[in-house]
């Protein structure tokens, strides 16, 4: 029975030096492995703060007015300009863009005066005429339209014709959305403008490490190189601790 | 008799295998490269049809990837093993760092070529948590079990589970589990295969899985049983390359570090997160001619982005339930056995873990490009899985290179998903036929049901992948969740501690399959349009890509709570544990 009784393993109750040793080492190097990764990221997430983008506050100071129809033209322009910032960022859905689409074609047509209603409808009617035919965009006469829509569009937003927010402006702008921003893609604009515009930052996120987030670093690169060490670690240790006691695997 | 010696000795049977020998090695040699120098030009002429982004049947991209399987088969044939112990011990020729290499082409498939810049490239930050959850489970592979896997001498997750816990029914249930697994890792495969086939031959998706389905089967069939560690480093260099050379390109072409991108790609992260203005640099462009330019995107390198619908819980929960997954994957295990020591084994899993971090260092940067490269409106949605592809091509790199590195993505999932198929089959004919059903089934027979059970597994996983219920990385996790729940607890207490018994093994089974059981249940349910009660709750924190996050404590506290409560561990087994796993 007695002998029985010393037929046992357990890892946190180890019989011998040398699994006292591997215990040790095992949970140092666990240790470490866990507070890297998910110590990190608890870290990560207590200090981050919820901040908007500029211009989430730029368009929650005009979206009451926006609303309520009764913008000012300074306030219209700057609804279009934030909704089309918005329009243009990467995880956007169809649904989200068809209401943001919406809401630039609408304040679009709001700022524009009387001549430049009619180019815009010619303009856009002609631009998705051509749209509706070429399914390729290097198409010479598509490539036109857009540029001649384009034009228009900025102008009447004011914005630099080589800046991002006017290529994509053409793009956002539809006919069917020109005359009437409707109820439900205002709500869903609500909805998605502090969705897509606040965002989880700390100083972690904010300092830049070798062109990188210091936080986007830390986990996509450092923490690979880091479990290679521990694989590393783990493996020397072992190897010196069997020459050390003679043992032959 | 160990499966690795049987598969031996089903090899033996083979005669065309038998027949080839040193001089034909010779004359393998002679026809190779011929054949590569007279297909070259050809190539080079035909890859011009790899510019389409969709649609249209792509010759250049074809012949790259009918080359580079052709050139698999024939180097398995090459390299063959000449006799039993040369392939037993696969290892002991080659050295740690060849042994490095065959664990990291068995382990990067379609969900590391394809899938993991997909999930970046869909969900951002979140998508870091496939990347940390498939190298870290490493780092608890090598400390906890490589050593004691190698010592314990078994030759497949079966055998060990039935001996440790001495019973037959737990060989049979281990048994299923690895097929399922099995299944399970090889649908992502799949989908990869048929996602990269449509890219080529210009089908629809279903087509294009059952022909990549059907093309994946022959080869398996033809080359599944020549999968020798030699094949595996060839497979991994031909990856790994195709993967590498359009992020050089890239990098350099749009003024980036690009001498090593892996570093370089951080100003690029800087840049979609900050914003990038088509003024600063207006004589770069994407392939449609769109200025290189992207409004300010935080949300894309931002922890848990409210914009990316997921949270810092998912986070957690998916790094934490693929690290487990991956120590208790099958197929991994098995790579331990073929080492000759143990001291083998641990090193093995360094240099593996180093050939795999290079593709998970550079995976990242292609999502990066391809959030600017597809910014415009005009790109339109793109196949999250073939972002890869799309951002080469977006980048307008040589045709000859998008195709080279589609075919890398094809072979990535077909030296995967041709191991899989055969461990698959092997579970099938071995652990559960030979051993369970009929144990005196002539060999004859055997290699019938290996291949019958290559053939179903590959019919099963074509039917899954049909239904498209998530991208290659998602489906591939639910495979890890899925060890993590049920293989993860029986080896990592079967070794560690010598109070689990069987009974102990059979709860914890019990508990981890019960919880599995239900997540995929309602996953499966939930694409099917079905609600069942809870289904927000256990939707979200039962979700099917990392239910083993709590899945995997269950089982383990239910194993120990019923091993205490049960009848000790037999002395024969306390005694090989500690006489020969821990000595």
């Known amino acids: 029975m007695n002998q029985e009784n010393n037929y046992h393993i357990s890892f946190f109750r180890p019989t011998t030096q040398r699994a006292k040793t591997n215990r040790n080492t095992v949970l140092w190097l666990i240790s470490i492995w866990a507070v890297a990764v998910f110590g990190f990221h608890f870290l990560l997430r207590a200090i981050e703060k919820p901040t908007p983008e500029p211009e989430l506050i730029s368009f929650n100071e005009v979206w009451k007015d926006v609303k309520a129809e009764n913008a000012s033209v300074e306030e219209i322009r700057i609804f279009a300009k934030t909704t089309l910032h918005v329009a243009g960022k990467v995880f956007i859905t169809t649904e989200e863009r068809a209401a943001l689409d919406n809401g630039i074609s609408w304040a679009i047509m709001q700022l524009a005066d009387s001549m430049q209603k009619l180019s815009l409808k010619d303009a856009l009617q002609e631009f998705e005429t051509i749209a509706e035919k070429n399914l390729v965009v290097t198409n010479e006469d598509y490539v036109a339209s857009k540029k001649k829509l384009g034009a228009i569009v900025q102008q009447i937003l004011n914005l630099n014709p080589s800046s991002v927010l006017a290529t994509i402006l053409p793009l956002e702008i539809k006919s069917s959305g020109l005359s009437v921003l409707s109820v439900e893609n205002m709500t869903i604009i609500e909805a998605c403008m502090p969705k897509y515009m606040i965002h989880n930052r700390s100083v972690l996120t904010d300092t830049k490490f070798l062109g990188f987030p210091f936080h986007y670093f830390y986990t996509a690169v450092f923490l690979l190189i880091l479990f290679i060490a521990l694989c590393y670690a783990y493996c020397v240790r072992v190897d010196n601790y069997n020459k050390k006691v003679g043992i032959a695997e | ?583």
């Open chain 2, 1 to 583: 008799m160990p499966i690795v010696l049987e598969l031996i000795t089903i090899i033996k049977r083979l005669e065309l295998l038998n027949k080839l020998n040193i001089k034909k090695k010779r004359n393998m040699k002679k026809i190779i490269l011929p054949l590569i120098a007279l297909l070259l030009p050809v190539v080079l002429h035909a890859a011009s049809g790899a510019n389409e982004l969709e649609g249209g049947f792509k010759i250049g991209p074809a012949i790259i990837l009918i080359t580079i399987l052709c050139a698999f088969v024939m180097v398995g044939i090459i390299f063959r093993a000449k006799d039993t112990t040369d392939f037993y011990a696969a290892g002991r020729s080659i050295s740690r760092i060849g042994s490095g290499m065959a664990i990291a082409s068995n382990w990067m498939s379609a969900a590391s070529f394809l899938g993991m810049a997909a999930l970046m490239y869909g969900s951002g930050y979140h998508g870091l948590a496939y990347v940390v959850g498939w190298t870290g489970g490493y780092v608890l592979l090598l400390i906890l079990m490589a050593g004691q896997i190698r010592k314990y001498g078994k030759y497949t997750a079966a055998d060990f589970i039935g001996d440790r816990y001495y019973s037959q029914s737990m060989r049979a249930v281990g048994a299923i589990i690895a097929i399922l697994i099995s299944i399970s890792y090889s649908v992502g495969q799949f989908a990869g295969i048929g996602l990269m086939f449509k890219w080529i031959l210009g089908l629809n998706f279903m087509w294009s899985v059952i022909i990549g389905g059907a093309v994946v089967l022959t080869y398996t069939l033809i080359s599944g049983m020549l999968g020798v560690t030699k094949n595996m480093q060839i497979q991994y260099v031909i990856i790994i390359v195709s993967f590498l050379i359009p992020l050089f390109i890239l990098t350099y072409k749009f003024d980036y570090f690009w001498i090593l991108p892996q570093i370089g790609y951080g100003s690029v992260v800087s840049d979609v997160t900050y914003g990038l203005s088509s003024s600063d640099i207006s004589q770069l462009a994407n392939s449609f001619g769109h200025g290189y330019a992207i409004t300010p995107s935080p949300e894309y390198s931002m922890p848990w982005d409210p914009a990316t619908g997921k949270t810092f819980f998912q986070w957690m929960a998916i790094a934490f339930s693929l690290m487990i997954g991956t120590a208790g994957l099958p197929h991994v295990i098995q790579r331990f056995y073929v080492v000759p020591k143990a001291s083998d084994a641990r090193w093995s899993v360094v240099w593996g873990l180093f050939f795999i971090c290079i593709l998970y260092w550079s995976a990242p940067v292609y999502s990066a490009f391809g959030k600017i490269l597809s910014a415009n409106p005009e790109v339109g949605k793109l196949s999250k899985d073939a972002i890869v592809v799309y951002t080469a091509q977006l980048g307008s790199v040589h045709p000859l290179i998008v195709g080279l590195l589609a075919a890398g993505g094809v072979s990535a999932a077909f030296s995967t998903v041709s191991g899989l198929l055969v461990a698959g089959a092997s579970a099938f004919s071995h652990d559960l036929y030979v051993k369970v059903i009929n144990p005196e089934a002539a060999p004859k027979k055997q290699l019938m049901m290996a291949r019958l059970g290559t053939i179903l597994m590959a019919i099963i996983v074509t039917s899954i992948a049909l239904l498209d219920l998530g991208l290659i990385g998602q489906l591939v996790a639910v495979a890890f969740s899925l060890a993590g729940c049920t293989i993860f607890p029986l080896f990592l207490l079967g070794i560690w501690w010598s109070g689990s018994n069987r009974q102990g093994a059979i709860g914890g089974l019990i508990a981890g399959g019960l919880v599995s059981i239900i997540s995929i249940v309602y996953f499966i349910a939930r694409k099917q349009g079905v609600i069942l009660p809870y289904h927000e709750f256990i939707s979200y924190y039962l979700e099917a890509w990392y239910f083993a996050w709590i899945g995997a404590p269950i089982a383990i506290v239910t194993n120990i709570v019923v091993s205490l409560l049960t009848k000790e561990t037999p002395i024969e087994i306390r005694k090989f544990l500690i006489e020969k796993v821990h000595t």
